[in-house]
């Protein structure tokens, strides 16, 4: 049992919700990394939490949650003369951390949803610096591309840090157990070990560009050789459409939003994993396929050009690529890359090994304070 390494004197506010959805998978996961370590109050939004099933998984770890509403009777009855290091997940909670935070406490932001792929990306960076550099105490970044991305227009600053999120262990290695895929417009897929299978895992918004990703693989959507499009989105639509005008439809499995098993079992059986979008902040889309140890082909985003190795586990190109380059770029590692083992480093992505490091970060803001 791991053995909790608790900071003497503070405690970390960790806000651990989207504004419209609450409590995701994903926050979830990361406070339950770092409250291995160090002691956390998670704060939710009461009125939009669909149900109580992520609090209750925090609760049963011992985890304490707190309603947003709640959080200012908290901090003033309870922590009166105890020093609270707030982390935010994104500028909504950077402004309600502002909000209740005193002179004694500090403040970290996760910048999880900067794009700068879209076209205000710049400005927004410029805005919401200017807006928050004297409150943030520590900037997170997902990877260097993104810290690079998001502090274009200046020395990027000595207050940041950069390290990734987690993965689950279940995608640590793949899978034979089989598992039930359908498509949205048809029955039960039975027959996906023996076909050969590209995956790409995204939301179907825009920029996750799904019409140039059919419109690149066309020629090769023959015979045994199927494409997987995981998620939902307001594009979902569209894009079946699409498969169906281009007359690949029946090489094109659309799953909908599936739950990580049924992930995992596709990418059990995976010959190749793409992502073709113009911005990604960090990139599950990327991490999961390669801690199975699958190939990537992958525009440069988010935390590609960390983990991908041109001619070893994948290959990376150009946002602005031509469909025939990547093309070309799938076709060679369909019939080049076998037996990839990442290995080496995927053990960096653990769950548990972002909550040391997170809680490494913690620590570094109060070592840098003892030395002023």
């Not at 990306?121 to 409150?135: E, Q």
């Not at 027959?191 to 019409?211: C, G, L, M, S, T």
């Not at 093309?327 to 992505?349: C, F, G, P, Q, V």
């Amino acid at each position: 049992m791991v053995q909790k390494q608790t900071i003497q004197k503070r405690l970390i506010v960790f806000f651990a919700y989207v504004k419209y959805q609450g409590i995701t998978e994903h926050f979830c996961n990361m406070a339950l990394a770092v409250g291995k370590y160090t002691d956390i109050l998670v704060v939710y939004d009461k009125k939009i939490e669909a149900n109580n099933k992520y609090i209750n998984v925090l609760q049963e770890n011992n985890i304490e949650c707190v309603d947003i509403l709640e959080l200012r009777h908290v901090i003033v009855t309870r922590f009166k003369s105890t020093p609270l290091l707030f982390h935010c997940q994104g500028f909504v909670h950077l402004k309600l951390a502002k909000k209740h935070s005193r002179s004694i406490d500090k403040i970290m932001i996760s910048l999880h949803c900067f794009r700068q792929a879209l076209w205000y990306g710049k400005f927004v960076a410029i805005l919401t610096y200017s807006l928050f550099f004297r409150t943030v105490d520590m900037w997170h970044i997902l990877c260097h591309k993104n810290r690079e991305d998001y502090f274009w227009f200046r020395n990027i600053p000595a207050n940041t840090s950069v390290f990734p999120l987690g993965v689950e262990e279940l995608f640590m290695t793949k899978t034979m157990e089989s598992c039930m895929v359908k498509d949205l417009e048809g029955g039960e897929i039975t027959d996906i070990p023996e076909r050969v299978n590209i995956v790409y895992i995204a939301q179907f918004q825009p920029w996750k560009r799904h019409r140039f990703l059919l419109q690149s693989l066309m020629p090769i959507l023959k015979g045994n050789t199927h494409l997987y499009l995981l998620g939902e989105g307001p594009t979902l639509g569209k894009v079946m459409g699409l498969a169906k005008e281009f007359g690949i439809r029946d090489h094109v499995t659309f799953t909908g939003k599936v739950d990580r098993k049924t992930v995992h079992y596709i990418l059990s059986h995976a010959t190749l994993a793409v992502t073709v979008s113009n911005s990604e902040t960090f990139g599950w889309c990327l991490l999961e396929p390669f801690c199975m140890d699958v190939p990537i082909v992958t525009t440069n985003v988010g935390i590609a050009n960390s983990i991908i190795h041109d001619f070893y586990n994948g290959f990376i190109l150009n946002p602005n690529c031509t469909e025939e380059q990547f093309l070309e770029k799938t076709k060679m590692a369909m019939k080049y890359l076998r037996d990839i083992d990442n290995s080496e480093i995927k053990h960096l992505y653990l769950w548990d090994t972002f909550g040391r490091t997170t809680v490494r970060c913690y620590d570094s803001m109060y070592e840098v304070e003892s030395y002023t």
